[in-house]
């Protein structure tokens, strides 16, 4: 399909300057090699007051987006070049956490739910109905938001946790486990006192009111061990 007049790529659709100073603001990556759709989601989201930048191949995209911000990616299925399903997989390569939503004509819905089986969160037929496409863009830019919120705790919980003493986590494991303080003293040897004293500490470096506090950051940690 031949190019719309005075469409380039990347478009965004406000001046990169009034996002200057929110430098998290989410932004919708799409991409697309039809330019009258890409035309029509740029009104759209223009529209919805959603930042946007539009591609029209797998390759530019690539290339050219930035993939640290918040946010979500739109993929055609079916592009030339560099399909929806490989710009995925390269995604996936990189690390790259942003959710990924796919349009899909009728025929392509098989391969549509084999990306979600690889991690798409959505996938909508076309043609779009635009309430319902917006709808579900914010879905997925609140999950992102979420997700990255949850990875910033962890990365918190795991630098506090490298404060501790061999003694400490020791201590730690031992409490969040159930066990009192005579029967932590009696697992490790020492006296009931010393291990109030290492509570104290232990909750002043991890930054937590309270043992409940405790539990929740040290499974957190775990939960990103596991995600490694």
Known sequence: MGRESGLAYPMTIDPPEMYAVHTDEPVVLV???DDLMLASLRRVFAS??????LYNSGQDFLAQARLDRPGCIIL??????MDGLEVQVRL???GVDTPVI???GAADVPIAVSAMREGAVDFIQKPVDNKDLVARVRQ????????RQDDDERGD????????????CRVLDLLISGKTDREVARALGTANRS???YRGRIMEKMAAPTLADLVRMRLLAAEKALSN
């Open 31 to 33: 991409v697309d090699d």
């Open 48 to 53: 919805a007051k959603l930042k946007a930048e």
């Open 76 to 81: 055609d299925v079916c592009m030339p070049g």
């Open 92 to 94: 996936k390569q990189r």
């Open 102 to 104: 796919f349009l899909t």
């Open 140 to 147: 997925a830019i609140d999950r992102h938001r979420r997700q």
């Open 157 to 168: 919980v795991l630098r506090r946790l490298s404060s501790l003493t061999a003694q400490e």
């Open 195 to 197: 291990i109030d004293s």
